[in-house]
């Protein structure tokens, strides 16, 4: 007589479950806005960092038109398909705009990521937030 327990079917999709959780769970940890852009521009994720960055829930984020989220659109449109082109983007500048109308500028790393057959699916891109960075920079040019 068999045991009455979970079967391989449902241990195979809780471990999936409990894995797809843990990734989430390191997206949401990090301090750096994070997005997912499609080939077309538009925002296919986001994490709670770009949340509080732009003042747009993840929900409406995800849909949106990436360069729609600063200050200059068309720079952060040549940006991301910059990385498309060329497969990365090292320290891009960018100047977010949060919905109440505060600025944040930030250093954008942009790669693309493909699928298991090598196309590619879309642009991961983190930013570093560089605005106290760039304001000591200001304090120290005016103390020279």
């Known amino acids: ?10 241990k195979t999709a809780e471990a999936l479950r409990a894995s797809s959780r843990y990734a989430r769970s390191l997206i949401e940890a990090s301090l750096d806005p994070l ?9 296919t994720d986001a994490n709670k960092a770009a949340e509080k960055a732009t003042g747009v829930r993840r929900k409406r984020l995800i849909g949106s038109d990436f360069h729609d989220h600063f200050t200059e659109p068309e720079k952060a449109r040549a940006g991301y398909e910059r ?21 944040t500028d930030v250093l954008y790393n942009a790669s693309v990521y493909k699928d298991e ?3 590619v699916q879309g642009v991961f891109a983190a930013a570093r937030d560089i605005t106290e960075s760039k304001r000591k920079d200001k304090e120290l040019s005016a103390c020279r």
Do not use: C, N
């Open 1 to 10: 007589m068999r045991e009455s327990g979970p079967s391989s079917l449902q």
């Open 35 to 43: 997005v997912w852009i499609s080939p077309d521009g538009k925002i």
């Open 83 to 103: 990385a498309f082109s060329h497969g990365v983007v090292k320290d891009y500048p960018l100047t977010i705009r949060h919905s109440s109308g505060r600025t």
């Open 117 to 119: 057959a090598g196309e």
